[in-house]
């Protein structure tokens, strides 16, 4: 019994896992991991409210997800100057937290040339990228952000993309971002950015190239 009561408690610690997830779509699947555990550990100690309750529970983590991958977002996304956007500065202050694990040196300067672009998704500003044009040709990413509850890769997607396109103008264009911060290095090398060397920060240099 000693081994079923060990799977129970594991359960118990994937459910909580779940509860803190700010992302939706990971809060339905480990949760359903869970639940599908508990189901399990119901029908091992023979209680079937246990394991009524949380097949149920599985159930209603499967019926969401199918729905979340069935529903097609809309995205877009909204460009400005620094120097006189508001928004983004309530916004920069809202996420700075958040922000600084990713880019803790990040600090705009509104007249170095930079530009704001926000990621809309369904209309809900879910991400940012602050750039500008280097001496080189090249698009040098100053912060590229996007808020704990949209961190499923798709934002970031459309940006490198539809938006990216955009911006090369049929031209071909490369992207450069520097990062220091692990997390964010994996994020970049998923959405298709190769590692170059360092500067004399210790950054690691990132390349992307689109073609517009």
């Not at 100690?45 to 991958?69: E, H």
């Not at 990621?119 to 912060?143: C, H, Q, T």
Request: aromatic letters at 12%; glycine letters at 8%.
């Amino acid at each position: 019994m000693v081994g079923i009561e060990l799977f129970g408690t594991a359960a118990s610690i994937i459910v909580a896992i779940s509860l803190m997830m700010k992302n939706i779509k990971w809060l339905r699947i480990i949760n359903g991991v869970g639940a599908a555990a508990f189901a399990v550990y119901g029908a091992a100690i023979g209680s079937i409210p246990v394991l009524v309750l949380n097949a149920f529970i599985v159930a209603i983590d499967l019926w969401y997800l199918a729905r979340m991958r069935a529903t097609r977002d809309t995205f877009g996304s909204i460009a400005g100057d620094p120097a006189d956007w508001t928004y983004l500065d309530l916004f920069l202050d809202f996420y700075r937290r958040d922000i600084a694990r990713y880019a803790p040196d990040f600090v705009l300067d509104k007249g170095a040339g930079w530009r704001a672009e926000f990621i809309l998704r369904d209309m809900l500003p879910v991400a940012l990228v602050i750039f500008r044009n280097a001496p080189d040709g090249s698009i040098e990413i100053g912060l590229d952000y996007a808020v704990p509850s949209h961190r499923d890769m798709q934002s970031a997607c459309f940006y490198f993309t539809k938006a990216a396109e955009r911006i090369a103008k049929g031209q071909e264009l490369v992207f450069v971002e520097r990062s220091a911060t692990p997390e964010h290095q994996r994020y970049l090398e998923r959405v298709g950015f190769v590692a170059g060397g360092r500067d004399s920060s210790g950054k690691t240099e990132y390349r992307k190239t689109v073609r517009g």
